[in-house]
């Protein structure tokens, strides 16, 4: 059973304001990844980190940030949510190692109204 | 750049039957093939990494197969249930770092009881 947590596990707010959403494990990774997916689509990756102060942005444009201070936590804060920031939001982990599986939390759906 | 197809998008069988799910990609230099499973509005849990030097995994029921040279995997679920219905992803791994991993769309799987 994999231990990665995401808080909140749904979130509605208003454009303009900022949010931070949660993503922590358990398990001692290395790596760690955000995703966002929306409905019937692939995943594309926006941010990944390899270890403590290190942080990397993915193949997907994004206006969020990361931060990376301590190995267990991977939180992803949007400065000023727009609506076109709606969609699910994954965080993801994996030992450092090739061929590690990947594990990831129960996601965060982001409504911007 | 790696692309990931699956096919079909959606599939609904009886229960019981065995079935074959299709992925194939473009980039035959990956490290690894992953399959995961993923329930309405939920992360994504891996059920079986094929590495670039084997040519299948099995996990009960569960059994996929890797061939590089022709760029495809499939999943095949034995014995099917009403349980079984998920989407399920494949994602190539063409190393080179965390945006390595390219994901499909996914094909739909519904078991009807």
């Known amino acids: 059973e994999a231990d990665i947590y995401q808080t909140p596990r749904y979130l509605v707010i208003g454009t303009g304001k900022k949010i931070t959403l949660e993503c922590s494990q358990t398990m001692g990774h290395d790596k760690m990844y955000w995703y966002q997916q929306d409905p019937g689509m692939e995943l594309h990756l926006i941010h990944y980190?390899?270890?403590?102060?290190?942080?990397e942005k993915g193949d997907l444009s994004s206006e969020s940030t990361v931060s990376r201070i301590r190995t267990e936590h991977f939180p992803l804060t949007l400065e000023s949510a727009r609506p076109s920031h709606t969609s699910q939001y994954l965080c993801a982990s994996s030992a450092y190692a090739t061929n590690e599986k990947l594990f990831f939390g129960s996601g965060t759906q982001l409504s911007v109204l | 750049k790696q692309e990931v197809t699956q096919i079909p998008a959606a599939l609904s069988v009886p229960e019981g039957e065995n079935l074959v799910l299709n992925c194939s990609f473009t980039d035959s230099a990956i490290y690894n093939l992953q399959w995961f499973r993923q329930d309405p509005g939920k992360g994504l849990t891996s059920l079986l990494l094929i590495q670039s030097s084997q040519r299948e995994q099995t996990s009960g029921r569960l059994n996929a197969s890797l061939d590089k040279s022709s760029g495809r995997s499939t999943l095949y679920i034995a014995a099917s249930q009403p349980g079984d219905s998920a989407t399920y992803l494949c994602a190539a791994d063409s190393g080179g770092g965390a945006d390595g991993l390219t994901f499909g769309k996914g094909t739909h799987l519904i078991i009807q009881p």
């Open positions: 980190s390899y270890g403590v102060n290190s942080t």
